[in-house]
């Protein structure tokens, strides 16, 4: 069986201030997306499919295909605006914004064949998240996809807000719902709030989290392809409105009655939500070769 990994490296990542996604940060100026490549490769994917801005295809061609092709299949995909819009006449004239996470993997809808897992490019999940991937696949038989959770607690930045999608999990480990946070940060008394609205509500340490770590199938674009048609037709005139990953997969569980498996993970999280963040992750990275984790030239 053959598994593929979709790397979404088409943000804008407005909150940095820059290419975060192309940034490097191992020994070899190896970005994030590489160490995760390098974790799929080590746990049985055979091919990945980048979803990019055109203009950075250079990139990728010159500073990221040499090192893998030979290891697996590499496919590119743009997230262009136009895509699956299907000439809805649009009331936006200025936005330059991509339409979210659940749009940028939409536009993958035409080349997947295989079961797939899609990962951010600016978040490092550890290897443990793509063994427990394949496993998922391995061994289901009864789910239409799978998150990989993490505690919230390994997800915040000391340097300023974040957005995470708060999961909800039945006593089975099945995924009830994904509420999507957009202003979570850890106070002077180490509490981990949510500001909603005017109001600060505090979270447990222990609650579970979406990382935009997800397992699917290809059936999957079916349920994302009608409620992106859905999303235009409802939020057409906001520049900003964004078509989120865990709104689909809420979705599917509540609208078209699927099954989605919660699948806690152990590895650390490191990720750039701001530029203040490099040395956490930069440190992060260089301790976990430190441990053996990973090779000091990750593909010498």
């Given at each position: 069986?053959?598994?593929?990994?979709?790397?979404?490296?088409?943000?804008?990542?407005?909150?940095?201030?820059?290419?975060?996604?192309?940034?490097?940060?191992?020994?070899?100026?190896?970005?994030?997306?590489?160490?995760?490549?390098?974790?799929?490769?080590?746990?049985?994917?055979?091919?990945?499919?980048?979803?990019?801005?055109?203009?950075?295809?250079?990139?990728?061609?010159?500073?990221?295909?040499?090192?893998?092709?030979?290891?697996?299949?590499?496919?590119?995909?743009?997230?262009?605006?136009?895509?699956?819009?299907?000439?809805?006449?649009?009331?936006?004239?200025?936005?330059?914004?991509?339409?979210?996470?659940?749009?940028?993997?939409?536009?993958?809808?035409?080349?997947?064949?295989?079961?797939?897992?899609?990962?951010?490019?600016?978040?490092?999940?550890?290897?443990?998240?793509?063994?427990?991937?394949?496993?998922?696949?391995?061994?289901?038989?009864?789910?239409?996809?799978?998150?990989?959770?993490?505690?919230?607690?390994?997800?915040?930045?000391?340097?300023?807000?974040?957005?995470?999608?708060?999961?909800?999990?039945?006593?089975?480990?099945?995924?009830?719902?994904?509420?999507?946070?957009?202003k979570i940060f850890k106070n002077k008394q180490n509490l981990i709030i949510n500001m909603d609205g005017d109001t600060e509500v505090i979270i447990p340490n222990s609650t579970y989290v979406s990382m935009n770590f997800f397992c699917?199938?290809?059936?999957?674009?079916?349920?994302?392809?009608?409620?992106?048609?859905?999303?235009?037709?409802?939020?057409?005139?906001?520049?900003?409105?964004?078509?989120?990953?865990?709104?689909?997969?809420?979705?599917?569980?509540?609208?078209?009655?699927?099954?989605?498996?919660?699948?806690?993970?152990?590895?650390?999280?490191?990720?750039?939500?701001?530029?203040?963040?490099?040395?956490?992750?930069?440190?992060?990275?260089?301790?976990?070769?430190?441990?053996?984790?990973?090779?000091?030239?990750?593909?010498?």
């Open positions: 069986m053959n598994y593929s990994l979709i790397i979404l490296a088409a943000g804008m990542a407005s909150r940095y201030g820059g290419n975060k996604q192309l940034k490097g940060f191992g020994n070899q100026d190896e970005t994030i997306m590489e160490f995760s490549i390098f974790d799929a490769i080590r746990a049985g994917f055979t091919e990945v499919v980048f979803v990019i801005r055109r203009e950075h295809i250079d990139f990728f061609k010159l500073h990221i295909e040499p090192k893998i092709a030979s290891k697996m299949t590499i496919k590119y995909v743009f997230q262009e605006m136009n895509a699956f819009i299907n000439n809805e006449n649009l009331l936006l004239s200025t936005r330059t914004k991509p339409w979210g996470t659940a749009h940028a993997l939409l536009c993958c809808k035409d080349i997947i064949t295989n079961p797939f897992v899609v990962i951010n490019a600016d978040d490092m999940y550890g290897m443990d998240s793509f063994a427990k991937a394949i496993d998922f696949f391995k061994q289901n038989t009864d789910y239409s996809c799978s998150i990989i959770g993490y505690e919230i607690e390994n997800t915040l930045s000391d340097n300023g807000t974040v957005s995470r999608g708060v999961c909800s999990i039945d006593s089975n480990n099945n995924l009830i719902s994904i509420k999507e946070h957009l699917f199938y290809p059936t999957m674009f079916t349920y994302c392809y009608d409620e992106f048609k859905e999303f235009i037709a409802n939020k057409n005139n906001h520049e900003k409105s964004e078509f989120f990953l865990p709104l689909v997969v809420d979705k599917m569980i509540h609208k078209y009655g699927q099954k989605c498996k919660f699948i806690p993970c152990s590895s650390r999280w490191y990720g750039v939500t701001y530029k203040e963040d490099n040395d956490i992750v930069q440190h992060g990275i260089k301790t976990l070769i430190l441990k053996g984790e990973y090779p000091e030239f990750l593909w010498s």
